[in-house]
């Protein structure tokens, strides 16, 4: 019995520090909607600065707590940096366009913080006064963890008070609610905002510091729990505190009790509960309808056929492109190869965001299908090049019908997060596996059949598959079906009016755009050798979303050109020292001077210069 | 948008011009090598490591180069990604003309270098990852690998764990590649040691992520004799916190891979575990002349101690030049003929050499126990460990690779 209510406290304890981690990223989201991947930033540099401030106290109990505050304090400070002159200027844009910057803003951090406090992980102090264990029934429970028990119930508490007792709370609530109304009720929205997004960063460097007596300070903390907090956000329902706080129990002290029976379990358990959860109740245990949305944008333009001189042009550069390997030395035509499958990607998610409307964060789902597909098909069933490439993308179909189904039940950011949930359940199965898929060390050994070994030779036929599925891509979006679903992307209650099945659509845009996403898995398999679970990977994920947005989310050419940008700068940019900073640097550039994106930058520059007309895409 | 395409277009046509510049300007002979690590991805080891080369190879240049030729390292991130991996390989190979690879740390990064290696027929010496897979399973003509693997150092734990006389044993180890291959060599070397050891529990947190608490309770409801441990990094200090504090290790020795190796025990300082058996590196106490002319030079060049990725990327570039003396050339074929049984006679970590059988060198790594001196963590007790005596023999070992 003692062991078992000792396993609970244990798992109580973790629940208050995720709680901690999760409930301001909830916050932030709730009233400005931005999906903030600088959070687990913000929570790394509350550790270190509580690091650092702490070790100017030794073995004081006011000096810990005091250092603990302050770290948070200036994390919050951090974030009012980050909101004034980043987030603000780009309220306006695109759903999601904010979530771009909020990338810069990591890789920026990761590289200060590694500047300032160096490689080597750090080990902060336990805190004074609470450094040993108690007998509990018998059984040794850390003091802190005791401590930490208290003091998420105690912040859930403050933060009920500061939502329900003042005013600022309350406007708070009714922003997350209906921001338009507020703002038309005379609410200053820009000082709502910041100081929104103040108390979410100060409570994630809280977060962050809170945790030095548990664990050593290091530069992947960022990453490695940013997944878990969204996961927390997206169970408890987004904006809803309480249901943070929740869903933070639930997942920590399921996790506490899974180890004693299934230890593997614990790498994708987080992502299991979320699909559970978002499949039962598909805006989270506490979350409203709507919650999951952004304010309505305008609505886009809708998509017009090139001119003939347009298509002329376009021609002219798919030829120079074709012809490219004549002129280019062979690492063009390798870096090229890249940058088409990552444009194919770009395209394929395009696809289901922009045209479809359905977000995905787990886009790299399909595309390591496909890329597994094809390897597993050369590996096992020992097929040659080009029937392992039918294969891929066919798996890729597979995947993308069995998880669209559940996914397009869903909408806005739940949606969202439960492709997430698929990507990283495959991804936990792919690395779990390792008798059949190698594991996290892959496949290796799947390179093209000898007659397409030479880098020119596998360029054309990456030119050939790329170019095409982008071709594809394309016609399918003037087609009918292009047109329904973007009709269902404006009005769902329109379209099904006239007589469209909405989720048939939808259903079906999924798992088209996961099928070519496949495809482009399948040529990045042969062009590189080989697999790992990386592909599969949140990583992937999200370089695909910042392409998208990057390049502009409404124009057909904007993944096109989001890609381009995106591979070719990163390709340059990893030779130079502190080269994560300057990446971050050029992303927010980017973004601060074309809110809509490389797409709709350069569609207001030609305007400007009077290149273009009106209404043109 | 198409002007910007067109200018994408017109920047990528220019690219390969980029690479000429540098290689007319040269007047004195060079070879140049390539070099690709996971330096923004793991720079508490990849820092020390790019030192202890750098190192290496001005120490080698000051003193007249190789074969005439001044060794020229052009290093990469990898960011830790394994295909961006093996685009800045191409681009080494076809663009900046090196003749050789070296690098990795990540287990997959080798084993995709590695396969790369092997489709373009390019020399590529893995520095640090410790795959089995990388000689065994998965071995070719084309690769060679420094560091001692994970068999090798649990193989030398293994040793020591016997001696303890312990019956029933717990492991906890991350949840990828390289946990499962430790505690898989681990329980096969110690079972053919003491027969009679038992297996009670084994707890395979996500790497990075572990839970501690609960780990170190799901470990201690097993009631072990004896534990051993592969986690390492932050899960290695928060297990240890966990552990301490719960009392899990009380009157239960603890046998944990790589625990010694500064990088791992430095950031515990006083809160290290005393008398845990681990394997690792003493840096600054071995005082043999070559380690103590090594640690002297890097102590002056860097102005810190070495640590285990200095040597193993000083041992690199030791092996790299012995390999090209015995060559004569920078031709693949040479390199991989003077490979085979290689000998490094003289380096900080002694002599050394490459097994013809499975390409594997015989660097050893030192086994001690950890303890507080001075309120610093420190490997007392410690003793070589000579690689050669840790692997299977070479028939045995050729049979585990694939045939050529």
């Given at each position: 019995?003692?062991f078992?209510?000792?396993?609970?406290l244990?798992g109580l304890a973790n629940?208050s520090?995720?709680?901690?981690?999760a409930?301001?990223?909830s916050?932030?989201?709730g009233v400005?909607?931005?999906?903030?991947?600088?959070?687990?930033?913000f929570?790394?540099?509350?550790?270190?600065?509580?690091?650092?401030?702490?070790?100017?106290?030794?073995g004081?109990i006011?000096?810990f707590?005091?250092?603990?505050?302050?770290?948070a304090?200036?994390?919050?400070?951090?974030?009012?940096v980050?909101e004034m002159?980043i987030?603000?200027?780009?309220?306006r844009?695109?759903?999601?366009?904010?979530?771009v910057a909020t990338?810069?803003?990591?890789?920026i951090?990761?590289?200060?913080?590694?500047?300032?406090?160096?490689?080597?992980?750090?080990?902060?102090?336990?805190a004074p006064?609470?450094s040993?264990?108690?007998r509990i029934?018998g059984?040794?429970?850390p003091?802190?963890?005791?401590?930490?028990?208290?003091?998420?119930p105690a912040?859930?508490?403050?933060i009920?008070l500061l939502f329900?007792r003042?005013?600022?709370?309350v406007?708070?609530?009714?922003?997350?609610?209906?921001?338009e109304?507020?703002?038309?009720?005379g609410?200053?929205?820009a000082?709502?905002f910041?100081?929104?997004?103040?108390?979410?960063a100060?409570?994630a460097?809280?977060g962050?510091?809170i945790q030095?007596?548990?664990?050593?300070?290091n530069?992947?903390?960022?990453l490695s729990v940013?997944g878990?907090?969204?996961?927390?956000?997206?169970?408890?329902g987004?904006?809803s505190v309480?249901?943070?706080?929740v869903a933070?129990?639930l997942?920590?002290?399921l996790?506490?009790?899974?180890v004693?029976v299934y230890?593997?379990?614990s790498?994708?358990?987080?992502?299991?509960?979320m699909a559970?959860v978002?499949?039962?109740?598909?805006y989270g245990l506490?979350?409203?309808e709507?919650?999951?949305?952004?304010?309505?944008t305008?609505p886009?333009?809708?998509?017009?056929?090139?001119?003939s001189?347009a298509t002329?042009?376009l021609?002219?550069?798919?030829f120079?492109?074709?012809?490219s390997p004549l002129?280019a030395?062979d690492?063009?035509s390798i870096?090229?190869?890249?940058l088409m499958?990552?444009?194919l990607?770009a395209?394929?998610l395009?696809f289901m965001?922009g045209?479809?409307?359905?977000?995905s964060?787990?886009?790299a789902?399909y595309?390591?299908v496909g890329?597994?597909?094809a390897?597993?098909?050369?590996?096992y069933?020992?097929?040659?090049?080009?029937?392992?490439m039918i294969?891929g993308?066919?798996?890729?179909?597979?995947a993308?019908?069995?998880f669209?189904?559940f996914?397009?039940?869903?909408?806005?950011?739940y949606?969202?997060m439960?492709?997430?949930?698929a990507a990283?359940?495959?991804?936990?199965?792919?690395?779990q596996?390792?008798e059949?898929?190698?594991?996290?060390d892959?496949?290796?050994?799947i390179?093209?059949?000898?007659?397409?070994?030479s880098?020119?030779a596998?360029?054309?036929?990456?030119?050939?598959?790329?170019?095409?599925g982008i071709?594809?891509?394309?016609?399918?979006?003037?087609?009918p079906?292009?047109?329904?679903?973007?009709g269902?992307?404006?009005s769902?209650?329109?379209a099904?009016a006239?007589g469209?099945?909405?989720?048939?659509?939808?259903?079906m845009?999924?798992a088209?755009?996961g099928t070519?996403?496949g495809l482009a898995?399948?040529v990045f398999?042969?062009?590189k050798?080989s697999v790992?679970?990386?592909?599969?990977g949140?990583g992937?994920?999200v370089?695909?979303?910042?392409?998208?947005?990057?390049?502009g989310?409404?124009?057909?050419?904007?993944?096109?050109l989001?890609a381009?940008?995106?591979?070719?700068?990163?390709?340059w940019?990893?030779r130079?020292?502190?080269?994560?900073?300057i990446?971050?640097?050029?992303i927010?550039g980017?973004?601060l001077?074309?809110?809509?994106?490389?797409?709709?930058?350069v569609?207001r520059?030609?305007?400007?210069?009077?290149?273009?007309?009106?209404?043109?895409? | 948008m198409?002007?910007m395409?067109?200018?994408?277009?017109?920047?990528l046509a220019?690219?390969?011009?980029?690479g000429?510049i540098?290689?007319?300007?040269q007047?004195q002979?060079?070879?140049?090598?390539?070099e690709i690590?996971?330096?923004?991805?793991?720079?508490a080891?990849?820092e020390?490591?790019k030192?202890g080369?750098?190192?290496?190879?001005?120490?080698i240049?000051?003193?007249?180069?190789v074969?005439?030729?001044m060794?020229?390292?052009?290093?990469?991130d990898d960011t830790?990604?394994?295909s961006t991996?093996?685009r800045?390989?191409?681009?080494?190979?076809?663009?900046?003309?090196?003749?050789?690879?070296?690098?990795?740390f990540?287990s997959?990064?080798g084993?995709?270098?590695?396969?790369?290696?092997?489709?373009?027929q390019?020399?590529?010496l893995?520095?640090e990852?410790?795959?089995d897979?990388?000689?065994w399973?998965?071995?070719?003509?084309?690769t060679?690998?420094?560091r001692p693997s994970t068999?090798?150092q649990a193989?030398?734990?293994?040793?020591q764990a016997?001696?303890?006389d312990?019956?029933?044993?717990?492991?906890?180890?991350?949840n990828?590649a390289?946990?499962?291959?430790?505690v898989?060599a681990?329980k096969?070397?110690?079972?053919k040691?003491?027969?009679?050891v038992?297996?009670?529990?084994?707890q395979?947190p996500p790497?990075f992520?572990?839970d501690?608490g609960s780990?170190?309770?799901?470990?201690?409801?097993s009631k072990p004799?004896?534990?051993?441990n592969?986690?390492?990094?932050?899960?290695?200090?928060k297990f240890?916190r966990q552990?301490?504090?719960?009392?899990l290790?009380?009157?239960r020795?603890v046998?944990s891979?790589l625990?010694?190796?500064?990088?791992y025990?430095d950031p515990?300082?006083?809160?290290?575990?005393?008398g845990?058996?681990?394997?690792?590196?003493?840096s600054m106490?071995?005082?043999?002349?070559?380690?103590?002319?090594?640690?002297?030079?890097?102590?002056?060049?860097?102005?810190?101690a070495?640590?285990?990725?200095?040597i193993?990327?000083?041992n690199?570039?030791?092996?790299?030049?012995a390999?090209?003396?015995k060559?004569?050339s920078?031709?693949t074929?040479a390199?991989?003929?003077?490979?085979?049984?290689l000998e490094?006679?003289s380096?900080?970590?002694?002599?050394?050499y490459?097994?013809a059988?499975?390409h594997?060198?015989?660097m050893?790594a030192?086994?001690g126990?950890?303890?507080?001196v001075?309120?610093?963590?420190?490997m007392?007790?410690?003793f070589?460990?000579d690689?050669?005596?840790?692997?299977?023999?070479?028939e045995e070992?050729a049979k585990m690779?694939p045939a050529?």
């Amino acid at each position: 019995m003692g062991f078992y209510v000792a396993q609970l406290l244990t798992g109580l304890a973790n629940a208050s520090s995720l709680f901690l981690i999760a409930c301001g990223l909830s916050i932030i989201f709730g009233v400005t909607r931005i999906v903030n991947f600088a959070h687990g930033s913000f929570y790394m540099v509350g550790a270190y600065l509580a690091y650092s401030i702490v070790a100017l106290f030794p073995g004081s109990i006011l000096g810990f707590w005091g250092g603990v505050i302050a770290a948070a304090l200036i994390v919050g400070l951090l974030g009012l940096v980050v909101e004034m002159t980043i987030l603000r200027r780009i309220y306006r844009a695109p759903e999601l366009f904010q979530l771009v910057a909020t990338f810069g803003v990591v890789l920026i951090i990761q590289d200060m913080a590694q500047a300032i406090w160096g490689a080597e992980d750090k080990l902060g102090p336990r805190a004074p006064g609470l450094s040993s264990a108690v007998r509990i029934m018998g059984e040794p429970i850390p003091e802190y963890d005791l401590a930490l028990i208290l003091i998420g119930p105690a912040v859930l508490a403050g933060i009920w008070l500061l939502f329900h007792r003042t005013r600022w709370g309350v406007l708070v609530r009714a922003a997350t609610q209906d921001r338009e109304m507020v703002g038309a009720l005379g609410v200053n929205q820009a000082w709502l905002f910041s100081a929104t997004f103040v108390l979410g960063a100060a409570l994630a460097g809280l977060g962050g510091a809170i945790q030095i007596p548990r664990e050593s300070v290091n530069l992947q903390m960022d990453l490695s729990v940013i997944g878990d907090a969204f996961v927390v956000v997206v169970i408890g329902g987004m904006g809803s505190v309480s249901g943070a706080f929740v869903a933070a129990v639930l997942i920590s002290v399921l996790n506490a009790f899974a180890v004693l029976v299934y230890p593997q379990i614990s790498i994708v358990l987080p992502f299991v509960v979320m699909a559970v959860v978002l499949i039962v109740r598909p805006y989270g245990l506490f979350g409203k309808e709507g919650s999951g949305h952004g304010a309505p944008t305008e609505p886009e333009q809708p998509l017009r056929l090139m001119s003939s001189r347009a298509t002329l042009v376009l021609m002219a550069l798919v030829f120079a492109l074709a012809a490219s390997p004549l002129v280019a030395s062979d690492f063009a035509s390798i870096l090229l190869v890249d940058l088409m499958v990552a444009t194919l990607f770009a395209v394929s998610l395009h696809f289901m965001m922009g045209l479809g409307g359905m977000v995905s964060f787990g886009h790299a789902a399909y595309f390591g299908v496909g890329a597994y597909g094809a390897a597993m098909a050369v590996s096992y069933l020992g097929l040659p090049m080009i029937p392992a490439m039918i294969v891929g993308p066919l798996a890729a179909a597979v995947a993308a019908l069995f998880f669209g189904w559940f996914c397009v039940r869903l909408s806005g950011v739940y949606l969202a997060m439960l492709t997430l949930a698929a990507a990283q359940i495959l991804w936990g199965v792919t690395f779990q596996s390792q008798e059949y898929t190698g594991g996290d060390d892959g496949i290796v050994g799947i390179w093209p059949a000898s007659w397409a070994t030479s880098d020119q030779a596998y360029f054309y036929v990456a030119f050939a598959l790329c170019i095409g599925g982008i071709w594809f891509l394309r016609r399918v979006a003037h087609s009918p079906f292009g047109y329904g679903l973007r009709g269902v992307r404006d009005s769902d209650v329109r379209a099904e009016a006239i007589g469209m099945d909405v989720k048939f659509h939808q259903w079906m845009g999924f798992a088209l755009a996961g099928t070519m996403a496949g495809l482009a898995g399948v040529v990045f398999a042969f062009s590189k050798g080989s697999v790992f679970p990386d592909v599969l990977g949140i990583g992937q994920s999200v370089d695909g979303l910042v392409m998208v947005l990057l390049g502009g989310i409404h124009a057909l050419a904007g993944p096109i050109l989001g890609a381009g940008v995106f591979v070719l700068i990163e390709d340059w940019v990893s030779r130079l020292d502190y080269w994560r900073f300057i990446f971050g640097m050029i992303i927010l550039g980017v973004v601060l001077l074309a809110p809509d994106g490389v797409a709709g930058g350069v569609d207001r520059l030609m305007r400007a210069l009077g290149l273009r007309r009106e209404g043109q895409t | 948008m198409k002007p910007m395409r067109r200018k994408i277009l017109g920047a990528l046509a220019a690219l390969p011009m980029l690479g000429m510049i540098p290689a007319a300007a040269q007047a004195q002979e060079k070879i140049v090598i390539g070099e690709i690590n996971s330096y923004t991805a793991l720079p508490a080891f990849t820092e020390p490591y790019k030192k202890g080369w750098t190192l290496a190879m001005e120490e080698i240049n000051a003193a007249g180069g190789v074969n005439g030729a001044m060794l020229e390292i052009i290093s990469r991130d990898d960011t830790g990604d394994p295909s961006t991996a093996i685009r800045i390989a191409e681009e080494m190979i076809s663009r900046d003309e090196a003749v050789m690879l070296f690098g990795g740390f990540l287990s997959n990064i080798g084993l995709a270098l590695a396969d790369f290696a092997k489709q373009k027929q390019v020399f590529f010496l893995a520095s640090e990852p410790l795959s089995d897979a990388l000689v065994w399973s998965k071995g070719n003509r084309y690769t060679y690998r420094l560091r001692p693997s994970t068999h090798m150092q649990a193989a030398m734990l293994a040793e020591q764990a016997a001696k303890l006389d312990k019956k029933k044993w717990a492991t906890v180890a991350p949840n990828y590649a390289y946990g499962k291959d430790a505690v898989a060599a681990f329980k096969s070397e110690l079972t053919k040691l003491q027969p009679d050891v038992e297996w009670v529990a084994e707890q395979w947190p996500p790497l990075f992520k572990i839970d501690a608490g609960s780990t170190v309770r799901a470990l201690e409801r097993s009631k072990p004799d004896a534990i051993y441990n592969v986690t390492f990094g932050g899960d290695l200090a928060k297990f240890v916190r966990q552990g301490s504090l719960r009392f899990l290790f009380e009157d239960r020795p603890v046998v944990s891979l790589l625990s010694g190796e500064p990088e791992y025990l430095d950031p515990l300082g006083d809160e290290a575990p005393e008398g845990w058996i681990v394997t690792g590196y003493p840096s600054m106490d071995i005082d043999t002349p070559e380690h103590e002319e090594f640690g002297a030079a890097y102590m002056e060049r860097w102005g810190e101690a070495p640590k285990t990725g200095s040597i193993v990327g000083y041992n690199s570039v030791l092996s790299i030049k012995a390999a090209l003396e015995k060559a004569g050339s920078t031709d693949t074929e040479a390199m991989l003929a003077a490979m085979e049984g290689l000998e490094v006679p003289s380096s900080p970590t002694g002599p050394f050499y490459y097994r013809a059988a499975d390409h594997q060198a015989t660097m050893g790594a030192y086994v001690g126990t950890t303890a507080l001196v001075d309120g610093k963590p420190k490997m007392v007790d410690w003793f070589y460990a000579d690689g050669a005596n840790y692997l299977p023999s070479e028939e045995e070992a050729a049979k585990m690779r694939p045939a050529e």
